[in-house]
């Protein structure tokens, strides 16, 4: 089996870096876990606590879950973004005008 | 109605063979038969049994003998039909020799008479045609194994297989072979039908209806999951490292999202974090 890169189209870098983010995210995401257990305490000594601040400061910065922004699945809009369906306003707008968007109808009271 | 107008010339032939029979002394017997075929287990079609009386009636003469005859033909058909879907051999030959007098195969008039009748719907709504097999079978009366061998052609040589040759690894050329053979093979789906198959076979649909627990099978009781003091016995067992786990357990207990090896998993993550810092802790 022939390894090389594999390359697909994200629409833009901008989703790129965030989907690498949250890969890393999903990586870490234990560890930083039992870690933020070990600071966030009142029991354990406070040397042990201060070990443990720099131990998840070392960890790479893109694996932290903040840094991740629901981006638009289509057009990679950082605002104005529906979480339910993950998409803009814009192509929200769009696709239930076009009656392609199941259950969504056009308000009127 | 078709059925009437195509049904003249048969009933004619009908009536001369019904003539014909009933002067032989071969009435008896067929009635013999007709008592044993009723008490044969299955029941015929009633639209059968109702076309047949219809026929009898038609037919002026002796209507109840005509209809227990055309009845016991049918379900001898039926059995016929059945045996031969069944992949049995017809033992209607031995039926007929049975028989006393010769006649043309009833077999064929059973054909006739239920190929009119047969109203009977398949799965898709298509009349069931009667096996055809049946008539076909009487003119080739010789079968595939009797008779001395040609010895024309020898037996194919059992090919002796070696000793499976030991592949390093397979080659790039076999790869791209394989990888044709695939692709030629996978052929695109020609139905949305089809193409859900292929979807379920790769796990991307889901099956219907949905179950919210597919691929989580939890084998695990509930008391592996809340007493968890068991993996506690490596930790010392008094001071604040000890607090703080009996408080890890309660909370890992109460959580019913994680499977009993993630809960374990984190409590040994703990006990190798703090092992490293042993020396840490003993200097305070």
């Known amino acids: 089996p022939c390894t090389g890169q594999a390359r697909s189209y994200y629409v833009d870098w901008r989703m790129l870096r965030d989907v690498k983010r949250r890969k890393l995210a999903y990586e870490y995401a234990d560890e930083r876990l039992r870690i933020n257990a070990i600071r966030k305490n009142a029991i354990l000594p406070k040397e042990l606590q201060e070990v443990a601040d720099k131990e998840i400061a070392d960890l790479p910065r893109d694996s932290c879950p903040v840094r991740i922004r629901n981006r638009c699945v289509l057009t990679s809009r950082p605002r104005g973004v529906k979480r339910r369906w993950r998409l803009s306003r814009i192509v929200f707008r769009h696709f239930a005008d076009h009656a392609q968007m199941s259950g969504i109808q056009r308000a009127m009271w | 109605m078709k059925v009437e107008v195509s049904y003249r010339k048969k009933l004619q032939e009908l009536k001369t063979r019904e003539i014909k029979k009933q002067g032989l002394d071969s009435e008896g017997s067929m009635l013999q038969k007709t008592t044993e075929d009723t008490q044969r287990g299955r029941p015929l079609n009633p639209e059968l049994v109702e076309a047949a009386s219809a026929v009898a009636s038609s037919l002026t003469l002796n209507k109840k003998q005509t209809e227990s005859e055309l009845l016991a033909q049918l379900r001898r058909h039926e059995e016929t039909t059945d045996k031969q879907k069944k992949g049995g051999t017809i033992n209607l030959r031995n039926v007929i020799s049975e028989m006393a007098v010769k006649r043309q195969s009833p077999a064929q008039r059973g054909v006739r008479i239920s190929s009119r009748i047969s109203l009977e719907l398949d799965e898709n709504g298509q009349r069931i045609k009667p096996g055809r097999l049946s ?56 139905n949305g039908f089809e193409e859900m198959i292929q979807w379920t076979k790769e796990g991307i649909l889901w099956e219907f209806p949905i179950d919210n627990e597919t691929g989580m099978e939890d084998d695990a009781e509930f008391h592996e999951h809340i007493f968890l003091e068991k993996h506690l016995e490596d930790f010392p067992k008094q001071g604040p490292i000890r607090h703080f786990m009996e408080l890890v357990i309660c909370g890992l207990s109460k959580n019913p999202y994680l499977s009993v090896k993630q809960k374990i998993e984190h409590i040994e993550w703990f006990q190798k974090y703090f092992e490293e810092k042993k020396e840490l802790l003993q200097e305070i």
């Open chain 2, 135 to 190: 008539p076909h079978f009487f003119d080739s009366r010789r079968s595939l194994k009797v008779g001395r061998r040609l010895n024309i052609f020898s037996k194919a040589s059992t090919e002796t297989e070696n000793a499976l040759e030991t592949v390093s690894s397979p080659t790039i050329w076999d790869l791209e072979f394989a990888k044709e053979i695939a692709a030629i093979t996978a052929q695109p789906p020609r």
